[in-house]
């Protein structure tokens, strides 16, 4: 310890005493007056060399590198895969008091966004994310939902993953023709997103009793029956077909089926058809 302040040598005087930095003492300083015998009183300062122990854990983070202990001494902290910290670096430090400073930065779950849904080449899947993320790598979970036009069909169901660093990741399906697909799409464990549905109808044709039949070769050579769909502006939807029958007319029907990310019991249903001889 050291002496704080000036002091004199007389009867009754006093002096403090203080531990030195990166010491403590309980209490923090103390006295010693001077005697009629000509001495000091023995100080009761036990200085002690500050140490914090470990730092303190945080919430989906990790402690990296070494640290220390004594006083001043920074822990630093980054967040878990699916977390990060829009504030800045996560640091705790060693305070004077023997215990350690937590940060007010916590590291907050990534809620990845999966945006501008489109179909092309009739079977593939493309979409865009906004993760923050330097060159992330993400992996997806697809899920597929395939009803046939044929009633008396059974409903087709599989699951796809994909694991790509794009940010316009791509997929193409093994699909059937003449079929009704709801895709689903969302990010794998353990990050989150909003999930993103698109609904689409593989290429198909009509006999003419209006009854729903697949596409035959000969059908294929007349008209290739590929079409693009996309989404714009957020509620819109774009289709581009491209066809060679010149003038024909054709009857598009669309169902949308809707579910908000953070309502598991909502969805919602809605379907329209329109009739056009344009080929976009």
Request: with cysteine; net charge positive; proline share 3%.
């Given at each position: 310890g050291y002496i704080i302040g000036n002091y004199t040598s007389r009867?009754?005087?006093q002096v403090r005493y203080a531990c030195r930095e990166g010491f403590f003492s309980v209490p923090e300083d103390?006295?010693?007056s001077c005697t009629a015998l000509g001495t000091w009183e023995s100080p009761k300062l036990h200085c002690q060399e500050i140490n914090c122990g470990n730092p303190p854990e945080m919430r989906h983070a990790i402690l990296v590198g070494n640290h220390s202990s004594r006083l001043g001494g920074v822990?630093?902290?980054?967040?878990?895969?699916?977390f990060e910290s829009p504030g800045g670096k996560i640091t705790s430090v060693c305070t004077e008091k023997g215990t350690w400073r937590e940060s007010t930065l916590t590291c907050t779950e990534i809620l990845t966004k999966i945006n501008d849904v489109s179909l092309f080449n009739?079977?593939?899947?493309?979409?865009?994310?906004?993760?923050?993320r330097i060159n992330p790598k993400i992996s997806y979970v697809i899920s597929i939902k395939g009803q046939r036009l044929d009633p008396m069909e059974s409903v087709r169901e599989e699951t796809v993953n994909l694991t790509t660093?794009?940010?316009?990741?791509?997929?193409?399906?093994a699909?059937?023709?003449?079929?009704?697909y709801t895709v689903n799409i969302s990010t794998a464990p353990p990050r989150?997103?909003?999930p993103a549905v698109i609904g689409f109808q593989t290429a198909g044709s009509r006999n003419s009793h209006g009854r729903n039949t697949h596409i035959k070769e000969v059908d294929l050579l007349e008209d290739d029956g590929s079409f693009n769909i996309s989404i714009f502006n957020e509620t819109c939807l774009k289709l581009n077909r491209r066809s060679r029958k010149v003038g024909s007319e054709h009857m598009y029907q669309f169902t949308v089926l809707g579910q908000r990310?953070?309502?598991?019991?909502?969805?919602?249903?809605?379907?329209?058809?329109?009739?056009?001889?344009?080929q976009v």
């Open positions: 009867l009754g005087s103390t006295v010693s822990a630093r902290y980054v967040c878990q895969e699916g009739d079977t593939c899947v493309r979409w865009q994310i906004n993760s923050r660093d794009s940010r316009t990741p791509e997929v193409c399906l699909l059937y023709p003449g079929t009704n989150r997103s909003m990310w953070y309502l598991a019991n909502f969805s919602h249903a809605t379907s329209f058809n329109f009739t056009t001889r344009e």
